[in-house]
């Protein structure tokens, strides 16, 4: 009788948590709040795990921990418990571009994992022109006001200096009228008192009082000449 050999199975292992551990698989949650960051050093992805039992019990003593980060720019703080002391989290920043698994596992208990994408800096754009362009602007446009100020002011001073002389000049115009006006009233009182002298334009001539003929002083007569006839007052 042949004997045909039978074929070992083979069995596959599967995650499952070992006993000693008490984080169940299934009431446990890991969630990241994006997938994708600037490779900056500064943007971070936060990973946000909770760890529970079977029954739904949360776990506080296990410390959750992150793997598949390179050696080279990725970094990773710490899991600590947020607030509420329910669940852990970590923050992950690159310093290299490109795509990295991560997983994350408690009490060598591999609970999830998940792909992020490092994203190359966009180099910033350069603002010194138009930062010195705008500031120049700026500049100017206080200047031009600063002049346009000046330039009200000044008129308004031309102003005020024209309108000054020429109320001086009316006030003028009002006094030499009224002095005119009492020299017209003296002469028309006493015409022979003050007499008018046109070529003043109204300014009155003081009287000249001429004494006496017999109270004047006589002159000597020039040589050779005979002496002049007394000369009687006009009445």
């Known amino acids: 009788v042949a004997i045909v050999p039978t074929a070992t199975p083979t069995v596959k292992p599967t995650a499952i948590a070992t006993p000693s551990s008490k984080v169940s698989i ?8 994006k997938t994708s960051a600037v490779a900056d050093g500064v943007e971070t992805i936060t990973a946000s795990v909770t760890l529970r039992t079977e029954s739904g019990e949360v776990i506080k003593d296990i410390v959750p921990s992150i793997d598949g980060l ?15 002391g329910e669940t852990w989290e970590s923050h992950i920043s690159s310093t290299v571009p490109g795509l990295i698994t991560t997983t994350i596992t408690a009490d060598t208990v591999t609970l999830a994992t998940q792909d992020l994408t490092f994203i190359e800096p966009v180099a910033p754009a350069d603002t010194t022109t138009d930062t010195n362009t705008g500031m120049s602007f700026t500049t100017m446009l ?6 346009l100020i000046l330039l009200l002011l000044l008129l308004i001073f031309i102003w005020r ?6 109320d001086e000049e009316q006030e003028g115009e009002y006094t030499d009228e009224a002095a005119y006006t009492d020299d017209q009233t003296a002469v028309q009182e006493d015409p022979n008192a003050y007499p008018v002298d046109p070529a003043t334009q109204g300014n009155t001539v003081p009287p000249v009082i001429v004494a006496p003929v017999d109270q004047q002083e006589q002159q000597p007569p020039a040589s050779g000449q005979p002496p002049a006839a007394p000369q009687t007052p006009q009445q």
Do not use: C
């Open 26 to 33: 299934q009431q446990s949650t890991v969630a990241f709040n």
């Open 70 to 84: 390179r050696t080279t720019g990725d970094t990773s703080s710490p899991f600590a418990l947020t607030e509420g």
């Open 142 to 147: 206080l200047i031009g006001f600063l002049l």
């Open 161 to 166: 200096r024209l309108r000054k002389h020429d």
